[in-house]
């Protein structure tokens, strides 16, 4: 008989680069053996069609709460159930996003004028989402499901571990953040949804998140970005405070909507989590985050140097997924 998820608490934000302009949105929902965090980047871009008649909002705005209004109530609809990650993203998830983007009608400009063009889609948005789903064994399985260049991660005492591929021209996280990497796919009406899946299982206490593009893509390397997760983590007196301290922190260096939303498994205590991450910390602190600190900021090739000390427990659950 399965045990109930162990779930602690979930922490989230949603914050706008320019106030009242964001096209981030998120979506969370658990039941007794199961949870699901999800962040979806509406790509203002390519979605930056506005119509008057929904508060000249954009496409994009519009499309990141489609598609988190489709996983939400499919999963409260779906679980508590049996399926795996893959027949849900299969079978469920991929077929209604689908339904829901198509449904769409854009409105005709009464100027006559129309956006026009290769880049520009309908409804495009990015999703992550992380499932998390409690075995018989006292494990979980952690699934990512996703489209574009939103992550999905887990971070625990061996240090912060990315899920997903970005669907990006640049898929190396380290050298997507000097290429800046062209999206090569996204959730949109006019082209067929393709979400991808990749699922491991995780042996807690840990904790699961996603996140969108503004939180890590705007730090010099992804190791800093797990420094600040963890700084801010073991400076705060409870999740509420982790949570404030995190996204304000996130926000003086982001140049982008910052959405993210992570669940705490098995540790019962907040206090315990921090003792959890502390040997972590002194560790990332004195093998990376202070060499990095020291290396002028045009030394790209010795930054790439501690890269590829990190990037091996980075990628620990990658080896081991199915996407």
Same mark, same amino acid.
């Given at each position: 008989?399965?045990?109930?998820?162990?779930?602690?608490?979930?922490?989230?934000?949603?914050?706008?680069?320019?106030?009242?302009?964001?096209?981030?949105?998120?979506?969370?929902?658990?039941?007794? %053996?199961?949870?699901?965090?999800? $962040?979806?980047?509406?790509?203002?871009?390519?979605?930056?069609?506005?119509?008057?008649?929904?508060?000249?909002?954009?496409?994009?705005?519009?499309?990141?709460?489609l598609c988190s209004g489709v996983f939400f109530?499919?999963?409260?609809?779906?679980?508590?159930?049996? =399926?795996? #990650?893959?027949?849900?993203?299969?079978?469920?998830?991929?077929?209604?996003?689908?339904q829901r983007l198509s449904a769409y009608q854009?409105?005709?400009?009464?100027?006559?004028?129309?956006?026009?063009?290769?880049?520009?889609?309908?409804?495009? %948005?990015?999703?992550?989402?992380?499932? $998390?789903?409690?075995?018989?064994?006292?494990?979980?399985?952690?699934?990512?499901?996703?489209?574009?260049?939103?992550?999905? =991660?887990?971070?625990?005492?061996?240090?912060?571990?990315?899920?997903? $591929?970005?669907?990006?021209?640049?898929?190396?996280?380290?050298?997507?953040?000097?290429?800046?990497?062209?999206?090569?796919?996204?959730?949109?009406?006019?082209?067929?949804?393709?979400?991808?899946?990749?699922? $491991? *299982?995780?042996?807690?206490?840990?904790?699961?998140?996603?996140?969108?593009?503004?939180?890590?893509?705007?730090?010099?390397? &992804?190791?800093?970005?797990?420094?600040?997760?963890?700084? %801010?983590?073991?400076?705060?007196?409870? &999740?509420?405070?982790? *949570?404030?301290?995190?996204?304000?922190?996130?926000?003086?260096?982001?140049?982008?909507d910052h959405t993210l939303c992570l669940g705490?498994?098995?540790?019962?205590?907040?206090?315990?989590?921090?003792?959890?991450?502390? *040997?972590?910390?002194? =560790?990332?602190?004195?093998?990376?985050?202070?060499?990095?600190?020291?290396?002028? #900021?045009?030394?790209?090739?010795?930054?790439?140097?501690?890269?590829?000390?990190?990037?091996?427990?980075?990628?620990?659950?990658?080896?081991?997924?199915?996407?």
């Amino acid at each position: 008989m399965k045990q109930n998820l162990p779930l602690d608490f979930v922490l989230s934000f949603c914050r706008d680069k320019i106030p009242g302009q964001g096209e981030d949105s998120y979506c969370y929902s658990f039941c007794d %053996t199961a949870g699901m965090l999800g $962040v979806f980047d509406g790509c203002g871009g390519a979605g930056a069609r506005k119509h008057q008649y929904y508060s000249d909002r954009s496409e994009a705005y519009m499309a990141s709460r489609l598609c988190s209004g489709v996983f939400f109530d499919s999963f409260r609809e779906v679980f508590p159930c049996e =399926y795996s #990650a893959q027949q849900l993203t299969a079978e469920v998830f991929a077929p209604r996003v689908a339904q829901r983007l198509s449904a769409y009608q854009p409105p005709k400009d009464p100027s006559g004028f129309q956006i026009k063009g290769s880049m520009v889609r309908t409804l495009p %948005t990015t999703a992550a989402v992380a499932l $998390v789903q409690q075995e018989e064994n006292g494990k979980c399985l952690v699934s990512a499901i996703w489209a574009g260049d939103s992550r999905v =991660y887990i971070l625990d005492a061996k240090g912060l571990a990315q899920l997903t $591929v970005d669907h990006t021209t640049v898929s190396d996280p380290m050298e997507n953040i000097y290429e800046d990497g062209i999206l090569k796919n996204i959730l949109c009406s006019d082209r067929k949804v393709d979400l991808h899946c990749c699922t $491991v *299982e995780v042996k807690g206490p840990f904790m699961a998140f996603s996140a969108t593009d503004g939180c890590f893509g705007y730090v010099s390397t &992804p190791m800093e970005f797990e420094g600040i997760l963890l700084a %801010t983590l073991l400076r705060a007196e409870n &999740p509420s405070e982790w *949570e404030t301290t995190l996204a304000d922190l996130i926000g003086k260096f982001a140049g982008d909507d910052h959405t993210l939303c992570l669940g705490a498994f098995g540790y019962k205590t907040f206090s315990a989590l921090q003792d959890s991450m502390k *040997e972590r910390f002194a =560790y990332l602190q004195e093998t990376i985050l202070e060499p990095v600190g020291k290396i002028p #900021a045009e030394d790209r090739e010795s930054r790439f140097v501690l890269w590829g000390i990190y990037k091996n427990d980075y990628f620990r659950y990658m080896k081991d997924g199915q996407t």
